[in-house]
């Protein structure tokens, strides 16, 4: 059973980076899913930030793409988040996620981890 | 990118009534479109996918439907468990855009 888990900083300061690993486990990520990441503001609904392959291809939403990088580590079975230049805005709860294919949905989540941007 | 309005924002219902979420896209999205039900706290499931496709382990009293525009998610028969909020998500193009989500509260 394929497990993600998010971590990273729950606090970030006004203009810094924000940077988020996602480790999965129970399975390889290498197994021809895409990686994703969804964001969610305090009360509000879900945002996707973007998402990279098996293979290290990327797509970010295109209102984000100038500040976000997704990575991936093979070796350590896991994919990263890196949004620059935060603001307060920039909170919210970030979620990981499993994009399958096959569903053609987001099939496997993590936990989630709250990131507050604050001096 | 496509924009997802759903219907109901806010829905109060009892147990055992049948409810109906409607999900609009602002393009065709062909039936590339999935629902989650999330409770506080936690993150999304997914239930349903290909617009009508049931994710395992999903109870039956789930179902979706529709194509194209027009999309709907359906209990048929509300359990204590599913008082939640549901969220529609289009995956027919980036930004892969999820609606506003409709709170479902117990009557």
């Known amino acids: 059973q394929v497990q993600l888990q998010e971590s990273g900083p729950g606090l970030v300061k006004p203009s810094g980076t924000l940077s988020l690993t996602c480790a999965v486990s129970?399975?390889?990520?290498?197994?021809?899913?895409?990686w994703t990441w969804v964001r969610q503001p305090p009360g509000k609904g879900l945002e996707w930030i973007g998402e990279i392959s098996h293979s290290g291809s990327t797509n970010y939403k295109s209102s984000l793409k100038s500040r976000v990088t997704i990575s991936i580590d093979k070796s350590k079975n896991q994919f990263s988040l890196e949004l620059s230049s935060v603001t307060a805005a920039d909170t919210a709860v970030y979620y990981c996620?499993?994009?399958?294919?096959?569903?053609?949905?987001?099939?496997?989540w993590g936990q989630g981890t709250m990131v507050t941007v604050s001096s | 990118d496509i924009q997802l309005t759903q219907s109901p924002s806010f829905l109060s219902a009892s147990v055992g009534d049948r409810v109906t979420i409607s999900c609009r896209a602002s393009?065709?999205?062909?039936?590339?479109l999935a629902w989650y039900q999330q409770k506080p706290g936690k993150a999304p499931k997914l239930l349903i996918y290909?617009?009508?496709t049931l994710q395992s382990g999903v109870p039956s009293r789930f179902s979706g439907s529709g194509s194209g525009t027009e999309f709907t998610l359906t209990i048929s028969s509300l359990q204590p468990e599913d008082f939640a909020t549901y969220y529609c998500?289009?995956?027919?193009?980036?930004?892969?855009?999820f609606g506003q989500g409709t709170k479902l509260e117990i009557k």
């Open positions: 129970g399975g390889s990520i290498s197994s021809g899913n895409w």
């Open positions: 996620a499993r994009f399958t294919g096959g569903n053609n949905a987001f099939d496997i």
């Open positions: 998500q289009q995956l027919n193009s980036y930004s892969y855009t």
């Open positions: 290909a617009a009508s």
């Open positions: 393009l065709g999205i062909d039936s590339y």
